[in-house]
């Protein structure tokens, strides 16, 4: 197997990587040579120039007219930033159980000493609204100071719709923050930080955004400021208004992960080179196959919901009796592709076939050939079928096809 710059397990291995997890993606070229330039001062105006046109660009991702404020770090320092800013030590926080990714920011909250309700949920469905009103209707002393969701979950596949989970707060006529991970969904799926009255929303640079992992975000609201100067909580590094006073005039108040800052302004560029609602239309599009070759092989996708499958990946949950880490092994093996493990509780139950990030027909169509054929290695009852479902798909939806028909009509 070959790895990065050259690194080789087993020999030399001809071709390309199918890296078909669900983040980190694969980094396009483009960002690559855009991140490839030399470090400069990050306290000389050039720098100054670039941070200023990071920040009002990620403003145009999230789609808000608020800050966002980006921190050298993973999602999970987002998770964290977000809750310490907003939140003081033993307020109540309503969280729903949609995945792992749900569970570990839950499990974060208690370490930091709030008080979690954790709604339980099946994995296979995203956050039921009508339950999440229900709940706030009943606080009527205002107990839960927060909503924290995941709007994809990656573990499962399953993309819960946050409009609806806004709709439940204001009509409960509750006044809690609603706080939205979104790390694996921005930049992938449609995503409206202001239009869905969202206070803080999480995310991270190595998804949809197709940067290395290292860069987190806190997409903020005024609600969401104005709370995090009456919060309690102990935090340094994680501070908003350390970031937000430097920010204003294209500072951070310490070193910045330059590097990767270039490496977003070059992916802010190609998303809007692109057209925001085309890269959610391509990503829609490519889900919509690569369930078409899962149905058609004789597995289920893990979503049960159809108004929350996800444009980002699939999991693909296996038949009694198989192991789905043996599809994955034989995938690597033979065919040089990574596919997503089942994480907790769909571990060995489910692979995960991410179709994000710098992604095409092609590139869809070579990693579907190689899950069939890893099907068939790892003895899995399937029908040959799924490839040619995703191609049917592909064919019938392609952009050119769609022109040709509107300008025959």
Request: a neutral charge; aromatic letters at 6%.
């Amino acid at each position: 197997m070959k790895l990065a710059h050259g690194i080789s397990l087993n020999g030399h291995s001809s071709g390309r990587h199918f890296l078909q997890i669900p983040g980190p993606s694969t980094t396009p070229d483009r960002i690559l040579r855009a991140m490839d330039y030399p470090t400069i001062d990050h306290r000389g105006p050039e720098f100054q120039k670039l941070a200023q046109a990071v920040l009002a660009g990620i403003k145009r991702i999230f789609q808000t007219q608020h800050p966002v404020v980006i921190f050298p770090a993973s999602g999970t320092g987002a998770w964290e930033a977000a809750l310490v800013n907003a939140l003081s030590p033993g307020d109540a926080v309503l969280m729903c159980e949609t995945g792992h990714f749900a569970s570990l920011w839950k499990k974060m909250a208690d370490r930091l000493g709030f008080v979690v309700e954790f709604v339980p949920g099946d994995w296979r469905h995203g956050v039921d609204a009508d339950q999440l009103e229900a709940i706030l209707r009943a606080d009527t002393g205002h107990r839960f100071k927060a909503v924290a969701v995941v709007h994809n979950e990656t573990s499962t596949g399953v993309t819960s719709q946050i409009p609806l989970v806004r709709a439940a707060i204001d009509a409960a006529r509750h006044p809690a923050l609603l706080m939205v991970d979104s790390i694996s969904g921005l930049g992938s799926a449609q995503y409206k930080h202001d239009a869905w009255g969202v206070d803080v929303t999480v995310s991270g640079s190595q998804k949809g955004l197709m940067l290395p992992p290292g860069l987190s975000f806190n997409a903020l609201s005024p609600k969401a400021i104005e709370a995090a100067k009456h919060s309690r909580s102990p935090r340094s590094y994680w501070d908003w208004a350390e970031q937000l006073g430097m920010n204003a005039n294209g500072w951070f108040p310490y070193t910045p992960a330059t590097s990767l800052l270039y490496g977003l302004h070059e992916a802010i560029a190609m998303l809007e080179e692109e057209g925001l609602d085309t890269v959610f239309a391509r990503h829609q599009r490519h889900a919509a196959a690569t369930r078409a070759a899962v149905q058609a092989w004789g597995l289920e996708v893990l979503c049960l919901n159809p108004a929350e499958y996800s444009p980002v990946l699939t999991a693909a949950l296996m038949p009694a009796g198989h192991n789905a880490d043996e599809v994955r092994r034989q995938a690597l093996a033979n065919f040089n592709l990574s596919l997503g493990q089942g994480l907790s509780k769909v571990s060995g139950k489910v692979f995960r076939i991410g179709h994000l990030g710098d992604f095409n027909d092609l590139t869809l169509l070579g990693a579907l050939a190689g899950v069939e054929m890893a099907l068939g290695l790892a003895n899995v009852p399937h029908h040959k079928a799924g490839v040619q479902a995703a191609m049917t798909h592909l064919q019938s939806t392609a952009p050119s096809a769609h022109a040709m028909i509107k300008a025959a009509a």
